[in-house]
């Protein structure tokens, strides 16, 4: 079980190659023993022909009269390091991965379609999607011609940065391109997950309320940039933008906040220009890996 959000490991995350069969990797494996005093302890190993089962391998126990606390970021720690370790991996190639999230039905996979489709070869981009089941989402995707890694998390609720390293394994992005990540639709758990992302996007649909930021504050303290799509329906809802900004900011001065509608095309531009600024103030790759062309010309030309 994840112990920080309650979501079940053990459903088995799948992710699929880039012709969209679909896998299991392979961690390692769990087990669980009893020691003296009849306690059951369970825990994972890497499969490795030098692992024993026995207490003196490693596996430390509570002493009698004792009880262990584990608090919830020391059970975060071991996604941070990797996060850590995705960041260095992305930074070291020049690769931009935006962590794109927001509740169910926002916008998210419309969004990247008309993006991928609308900017073409100006933007050299693949996506990595995350979905409790299915590989509805990377069809269509795939659809645009632009490759495109389906991780399923059986029940679990979100992404994690273990799951992004195998992602970026499969998709394997070249160096200076964008890699798009459109989490698992909620807006609870993928805000605790450091995946080792460059930026965190926000969408909140017009038709959810305006007052989310309120109702979900980590997410939007998280957030480098919120996005509110479904601009088209605004006459027809009580959302208010300008009580949605303040609470934004009540929260987080620092995130950027555009209104769009990823179905109509209203206000794209602005959020073509967000991506245009991002990926020209990204980092080189190191020194040794092959860059492709520079992006031809600003991203909001396309629109």
Request: hydrophobic fraction near 35%; charged fraction near 20%; charge should be negative.
């Amino acid at each position: 079980m994840c112990t920080t959000c309650g979501c079940g490991d053990e459903a088995g995350t799948r992710i699929s190659n880039l012709a969209g069969e679909l896998q299991t990797p392979g961690p390692g494996h769990v087990h669980s023993h009893a020691d003296e005093h009849g306690r059951i302890y369970t825990h994972e190993h890497a499969d490795s022909p030098d692992h024993h089962h026995g207490q003196a391998n490693g596996h430390r126990h509570a002493e009698p009269g004792t009880e262990t606390i584990v608090l919830e970021q020391n059970l975060l720690a071991k996604n941070d390091l990797l996060a850590a370790t995705n960041r260095g991996w992305l930074a070291g190639r020049g690769v931009r991965a935006f962590n794109v999230m927001s509740s169910p039905g926002a916008g998210k996979t419309t969004l990247l379609v008309r993006t991928l489709t609308e900017l073409g070869g100006r933007l050299n981009a693949g996506v990595i999607e995350g979905d409790q089941e299915t590989s509805l989402d990377a069809d269509r995707i795939r659809a645009t011609g632009r490759p495109v890694i389906q991780i399923n998390t059986g029940a679990g609720c979100h992404l994690d940065a273990d799951m992004l390293r195998h992602g970026l394994d499969a998709l394997s992005p070249e160096p200076g391109s964008t890699v798009f990540i459109e989490n698992v639709g909620n807006l609870v758990c993928p805000a605790l997950f450091d995946l080792g992302e460059t930026a965190k996007v926000v969408i909140v649909s017009v038709t959810e309320g305006d007052d989310k930021p309120q109702k979900y504050p980590h997410m939007f303290m998280a957030a480098d940039l919120v996005i509110v799509n479904k601009s088209d329906l605004l006459p027809y809802v009580d959302f208010d933008i300008d009580q949605c900004l303040r609470r934004v900011r009540q929260i987080n001065p620092r995130a950027e906040f555009l209104t769009l509608s990823a179905t109509t095309g209203e206000g794209l531009a602005a959020w073509y220009g967000w991506l245009d600024g991002a990926t020209s103030s990204a980092a080189a790759p190191t020194p040794g890996a092959s860059r492709p062309e520079p992006l031809a010309g600003s991203l909001t030309e396309a629109h």
